[in-house]
């Protein structure tokens, strides 16, 4: 079948078009000239074909080896790699060689590692929303993770939308707005929506490398404030690379305290 371009038809911006997508797709050589694209155009379909799977195996081959290759700087001593499910690791792989991007493959990496490190610790839903989130988003995601304060999970506490603490460390209203609309978060209608109601929790929870005594009464509620991590964004928001935000222990513990809960900071938990 001869090319559905025609022939000598194409100007500069469609000829440049359609190099832009055959370079993404790997057809070609690259560097390769005008004159020499418009003549592949003309080469029979099946040929074209072939070379263009030909070459898109090589590039997901090399996106999958570069991501496993990452990976294995994360194993834990006692990582389980072989406890992986078949069917996980099979839709892991048919995403994640799609990935050219390196700063994105090192998250992907992260992935695979914890999932090693933990088989179960990410569900394939998780896997979906990072197929379909960018750079700009896991950024979004990281600063997130600097209001999160760590229980037996990560639990985010925002008590104040658009308040200074958190706008000035990248977590405004259309930052969090964006995050819900993604997956990633849940905003509550009021803060009392959300809350930690253990009875009776006594216990240390931790705040990056500073450790906090947490003391509920019978019946008492320890508010998490307006936004909650939905399951995805609280697999994910463990990977991320993120470090304290400079006073926040301090708001995070008058906040408790003004709420009437015992807390005090530690210098180790017991």
Same mark, same amino acid.
């Given at each position: 079948?001869?090319?559905?371009?025609?022939?000598?038809?194409?100007?500069?911006?469609?000829?440049?078009?359609?190099?832009?997508?055959?370079?993404?797709?790997?057809?070609?050589?690259?560097?390769?000239?005008?004159?020499?694209?418009?003549?592949?155009?003309?080469?029979?379909?099946?040929?074209?074909?072939?070379?263009?799977?030909?070459?898109?195996?090589?590039?997901?081959?090399?996106?999958?080896? #570069?991501?496993?290759?990452?990976?294995?700087?994360?194993?834990?001593?006692?990582?389980?790699?072989?406890?992986?499910?078949?069917?996980?690791?099979?839709?892991?792989?048919?995403?994640?060689?799609?990935?050219?991007?390196?700063?994105?493959?090192?998250?992907?990496?992260?992935?695979?590692?914890?999932?090693?490190?933990?088989?179960?610790?990410?569900?394939? =839903?998780?896997?979906?929303?990072?197929?379909?989130?960018?750079?700009?988003?896991?950024?979004?995601?990281?600063?997130?993770?600097?209001?999160?304060?760590?229980?037996?999970?990560?639990?985010?506490?925002?008590?104040?939308?658009?308040?200074?603490?958190?706008?000035?460390?990248?977590?405004?209203?259309?930052?969090?707005?964006?995050?819900?609309?993604?997956?990633?978060?849940?905003?509550?209608?009021?803060?009392?929506?959300?809350?930690?109601?253990?009875?009776?929790?006594?216990?240390?929870?931790?705040?990056?490398?500073?450790?906090?005594?947490?003391?509920?009464?019978?019946?008492?509620?320890?508010?998490?404030?307006?936004?909650?991590?939905?399951?995805?964004?609280?697999?994910?928001? =463990?990977?991320?690379?993120?470090?304290?935000?400079?006073?926040?222990?301090?708001?995070? =513990? =008058?906040?408790?305290?003004?709420?009437?809960?015992?807390? #005090?900071?530690?210098?180790?938990?017991?």
């Amino acid at each position: 079948m001869a090319s559905p371009f025609g022939s000598g038809r194409l100007g500069p911006s469609a000829l440049a078009l359609v190099k832009r997508v055959s370079d993404v797709l790997g057809i070609g050589e690259e560097g390769q000239s005008r004159e020499a694209w418009r003549s592949d155009l003309q080469q029979p379909l099946l040929e074209r074909s072939q070379r263009r799977l030909k070459n898109e195996d090589l590039r997901d081959q090399q996106n999958l080896e #570069s991501i496993t290759a990452m990976a294995v700087s994360f194993l834990n001593g006692d990582s389980t790699p072989e406890k992986i499910s078949d069917g996980w690791l099979a839709y892991f792989s048919a995403n994640a060689r799609l990935i050219p991007d390196r700063q994105t493959q090192m998250f992907w990496a992260k992935v695979l590692a914890g999932e090693a490190n933990r088989p179960g610790s990410f569900s394939r =839903r998780s896997l979906a929303c990072l197929v379909s989130i960018d750079t700009a988003d896991l950024k979004m995601l990281a600063n997130v993770r600097r209001a999160c304060i760590q229980f037996d999970k990560f639990v985010l506490f925002v008590y104040e939308l658009n308040g200074k603490i958190y706008r000035d460390n990248g977590m405004d209203f259309p930052t969090l707005l964006h995050l819900d609309e993604i997956g990633l978060l849940n905003f509550t209608e009021v803060a009392e929506h959300s809350a930690i109601t253990s009875e009776g929790l006594r216990g240390c929870v931790q705040y990056f490398d500073e450790q906090i005594s947490v003391e509920l009464g019978p019946n008492q509620r320890l508010r998490t404030g307006f936004v909650t991590l939905t399951r995805t964004g609280e697999e994910l928001v =463990r990977i991320c690379d993120a470090g304290p935000i400079e006073g926040f222990s301090d708001y995070i =513990r =008058r906040t408790w305290q003004s709420m009437g809960v015992h807390v #005090s900071l530690l210098t180790e938990c017991a």
